[in-house]
């Protein structure tokens, strides 16, 4: 089965030329051009892939995250033409697993759909090779069930925010350089840009610890990378 991916962007020639490079290879596109559309397609259709524009008529695209955040978590991809810093993290925190700046690269966006759906696929994989269940003093992670829990609550996660805990887990008391991890969960994609492995740290902390600047699991060894308490 191909998969499917859902286009969101309020200009009909972005989507059509989208749908066309998409299409060409071997991916089925469904397409909307404001987010109530996107919503309704989201939750009946249940795509691999949102592909999302944040300057819709009807919305904001942060809040078609927020809300899609609350029932699924499909990868999504950010196009906008909102480059500043302080956008790009609001939708990475919001929710966004990835986020490219117009005018972009058909090229980089096929090379970032291909990492995901790749991703997608070890994950089946692995799910049905091995699972584990991590014990780290209050915290739990089932990788047979993805689901995570802290002092018996259970935490929702983003899909990379799963991938980056699952990979510090697996490598309990190891310090992982921003590198290897990029290069583990990103594909590389995005090596000369750590801000979305901050983003994703930083989400991770808050949504872990009780006072995020005083991290219980998760160590950050400066200029360096990241580790997860072996203590």
């Not at 290897?180 to 801000?195: A, K, L, M, R, S």
């Amino acid at each position: 089965m191909k998969p499917l991916i859902l286009i969101v962007d309020d200009e009909n020639s972005i989507r059509s030329f989208l749908q066309v490079s998409i299409e060409t290879q071997g991916y089925k596109c469904i397409d909307a051009a404001n987010g109530a559309n996107a919503l309704m397609l989201a939750i009946s259709h249940n795509p691999d892939i949102l592909i999302l524009d944040l300057g819709l008529p009807d919305m904001d695209g942060l809040e078609v995250i927020k809300k899609l955040r609350k029932i699924s978590q499909m990868p999504i991809i950010i196009i906008s033409a909102r480059g500043h810093d302080r956008e790009k993290v609001e939708a990475l925190d919001a929710g966004a697993d990835d986020y490219l700046t117009k005018p972009f690269s058909v090229t980089e966006l096929l090379a970032r759909i291909r990492v995901i759906l790749r991703h997608k696929s070890n994950d089946n994989v692995s799910s049905e090779a091995e699972t584990f269940i991590y014990k780290i003093k209050d915290l739990i992670i089932d990788t047979d069930k993805h689901r995570i829990w802290n002092y018996n609550e259970e935490i929702r996660l983003t899909p990379y925010e799963y991938k980056v805990l699952v990979l510090l887990a697996k490598n309990q008391g190891k310090v992982l350089t921003h590198r290897y991890i990029i290069e583990n969960i990103w594909g590389g994609i995005v090596t000369e840009d750590t801000q979305a492995l901050r983003v994703c740290m930083g989400n991770l902390r808050r949504k872990l610890s009780e006072d995020p600047s005083q991290p219980k699991y998760i160590i950050t060894e400066i200029g360096v990378g990241y580790r997860l308490t072996d203590e």
